[in-house]
């Protein structure tokens, strides 16, 4: 039987350094266009490059790496919203994509108003929709609010609206990107669940996540994109695995992409000391920002999260400092960190302290793992201990 | 979409389309329906007088119109009562002007759902033109009452309402061409240059001038080169076509063979910009 995706050397190519804004004006054209009669280039990088892999009726893959891998930009040439540079993909299905809990949804509308317009613009027919509005309603549980403008809805009963519409699709090819990294911990159980349901019904699903956990319960199939190539495609226990050991040698440094635009702040680079640490050692990193002005209050937001994503814990850091426009260095050191033996992301900012803004964050992009020590009484600690170490505590006999 | 159809097969590659792609659009024939009745549900949620400001607007700016224009400048209407006179024109106009700047924004607006989900992008532009005609609908309502309360009670107007449907749909759908075309046109060019956001409303001032709306057509021919650039103009054939039941002397075929080709040119090259364009909107949007 023909695979149901067969994607075949799909190349994406995005433009930078060019374009200044989110968007281009007749003035940036036309001085690009300048630079290229007289042989500058136009600086240019793959998002992708040479991709190819078949997937089966049926299967469930997913697809993991680092943010800017490429993973979110494959979904959308799958999603045929914005087209490959070079490369051909045969589609033999229905797809619906999800690259968003909500699209469309408007706050001036009633919840029942929202759940058409979502529907519609998901690729439901009207019939289909008028069908199901009872489940769709039933599932999300907020059917007394259903004449009620959408503006009044908390965010987690929008959510839930939104995503009782999307389980309620009915594609051959499903492809979800991240949705589930919103909402509770409940309401990810019951999407994680109905996705399971999906897949088990014959569906074809292409799931892209920053949780691990997930995409191991949910996929058979994993494969690992970096820096817009492909890294490996296998089972999804092999796929994680070799993804969680490079993690641990590579990923303790973040460097920005390069920019020409030097009107805004921003965080050039953070750079652990090491890729892993004792439970007892100070975690130290380097960082380099770069301000376009000079900032009154420098503020520093550290934040670390474990591999599932959740918060372990925060630091904010007041400075004091105003600093003048221009590049900084800065040396951080976290001495007593109380974290168990396990894999972690830390997250950086820096802002203004008054009023308070952020000026750029790093957010979830270093990795770094904290080692289990062995004190002499075969002790080692295991993750259902919880997060934290005590350390200062202690016992006496009374 | 239902689960029965197994056998759809397509291929996703980098080459520009070639065709309108008008199968497709029929096949999302349904978004059309919802964005048009999106807009038109949030553009009268939380007023209190509702669709009544798609009647109430074009009769207060006709008042004023037969105020200032007929009755202190003393423009000629060519053998129009003033009131039905500039109506007639502000309908269209209406139509056309708010079709535009609805249509020229709409890409940008919907920005958010472009990144996300895959449909045909014409649907965005040709649903705001659809939300432009509902208002213009309404407020026909009004003009025809008006003309069935010339037709009784002012001696000596008369006319067909068959040779006015006739002759004013004609103007109807010269504008709704025209705004289609131009109007994906500076969708798509607003996509890519925000510049247009600032060149759209500065358009719509420059083309009510050039418009016969507030004046008759007639006015037009002491001024040769005038005549020509408004000749060009599809609300020129829009607006002769739609006053000519009313007894309007200004009728000239031959401007109105000008207005239907460049309405014509108009909408193929709007809607052809905006296709080959449309691929890369999600990357810039």
């Known amino acids: 039987m023909k695979p149901i995706i067969d994607i075949q050397g799909i190349w994406k190519q995005y433009q930078i350094g060019g374009q200044k804004g989110r968007y ?29 892999f078949p997937v089966n009726k049926g299967e469930c893959v997913g697809i993991i790496g680092k943010n800017g891998a490429g993973k979110s930009t494959l979904l959308k040439i799958l999603s045929s919203i914005t087209p490959p540079t070079k490369g051909k993909i045969t589609m033999r299905g229905r797809v619906a994509s999800l690259l968003e809990v909500g699209t469309g949804f408007h706050n001036e509308l009633t919840g029942r108003e929202n759940i058409f317009l979502n529907g519609s613009i998901l690729g439901m027919k009207r019939t289909e929709i008028i069908h199901q509005l009872d489940e769709i309603v039933e599932f999300s549980g907020v059917s007394q609010f259903l004449d009620t403008p959408l503006k009044h809805y908390s965010s987690g009963m929008q959510l839930r609206l939104a995503f009782s519409v999307a389980a309620h699709l ?229 | 979409m239902s689960g029965s159809n197994t056998n759809i097969e397509y291929s996703i590659k980098p080459n520009k389309p070639t065709q309108l792609g008008l199968t497709e659009l029929w096949r999302y024939r349904e978004l059309f329906y919802f964005f048009t009745w999106r807009d038109i549900k949030v553009k ?29 400048m003393k423009m000629p209407t060519n053998g129009v009562p003033p009131p039905i006179f500039y109506l007639s024109g502000l309908l269209l106009w209406n139509l056309f002007s708010s079709a535009l700047s609805g249509s020229a924004n709409s890409m940008v607006e919907n920005a958010n759902i472009i990144k996300k989900v895959y449909f045909p992008r014409l649907v965005i532009p040709l649903s705001s033109v659809l939300v432009s005609l509902f208002d213009f609908l309404m407020g026909l309502i009004i003009f025809i009452g008006m003309i069935f309360y010339y037709e009784f009670s002012v001696p000596g107007f008369d006319i067909s309402i068959p040779s006015f449907l006739g002759y004013y749909s004609i103007g109807v759908l010269l504008t709704i061409i025209s705004a289609c075309g131009l109007g994906s046109l500076l969708a798509a060019l607003n996509v890519k240059y925000r510049d247009f956001r600032y060149v759209i409303p500065f358009l719509i001032q420059l083309l009510m001038f050039i418009s016969p709306v507030i004046y008759p057509v007639s006015m037009l021919k002491g001024y040769p080169w005038l005549e020509k650039i408004a000749s060009f103009n599809p609300l020129t054939g829009a607006l002769m076509a739609g006053r000519m039941p009313f007894g309007s002397t200004d009728m000239d075929w031959g401007m109105m063979g000008i207005s239907w080709a460049s309405a014509g040119f108009i909408f193929i090259l709007g809607l052809i910009y905006f296709r080959r364009t449309e691929s890369y909107f999600a990357d810039l949007a």
């Open chain 1, 170 to 398: 009915n594609p051959e090819i499903l492809l979800i990107d991240e949705v589930l990294a919103v909402g509770d911990a409940e309401f990810q159980r019951k999407c994680l669940g109905k996705m399971d349901e999906v897949s088990k019904s014959g569906r074809t699903i292409i799931f892209i996540s920053h949780d691990l956990g997930a995409v191991s319960q949910l996929c058979s199939r994993g494969i690992w994109l970096n820096e817009g190539q492909m890294q490996f495609d296998g089972p999804v226990d092999d796929c994680l695995q070799n993804y969680e050991h490079w993690i641990t040698q590579h990923g303790n440094k973040h460097i920005a992409p390069q920019q020409e635009d030097l009107s805004t702040h921003s965080i050039l680079s953070v750079q652990l000391s090491q890729n892993s640490y004792d439970m007892d050692s100070a975690i130290d990193f380097s960082m380099k920002i770069s301000l376009a002005e000079r900032v009154q209050h420098l503020v520093f937001g550290l934040m670390i999260r474990d591999v599932r994503g959740k918060v372990v814990g925060s630091q904010v850091i007041h400075t004091g400092r105003t600093e003048q426009k221009g590049e900084h260095d800065y040396q951080v050191r976290i001495p007593k960190h109380s974290l168990a033996p396990d894999h972690y992301t830390l997250s950086v900012s820096i802002a203004e302290s008054s009023p308070h803004n952020v000026l750029d964050s790093v957010v979830n992009l270093i990795t770094f793992e904290i080692t289990s020590i062995q004190k002499g009484n075969n002790f080692s600690w295991d993750r259902s201990f919880g997060p934290i170490v005590f350390h200062q505590a202690d016992i006496q006999k009374i």
């Open chain 1, 24 to 52: 281009l004006s007749i003035r940036e054209s036309i001085s690009q266009m300048g630079r290229q009669l007289f042989g500058g280039k136009k600086a240019s990088f793959w998002a992708l490059s040479d991709i190819s």
């Open chain 2, 44 to 72: 009268y949620k939380q007023t209190i007088l509702g669709f009544l400001w798609a009647i109430l607007q074009p009769l207060m700016m006709m008042m004023v119109f037969v105020f200032f224009f007929s009755k202190m």
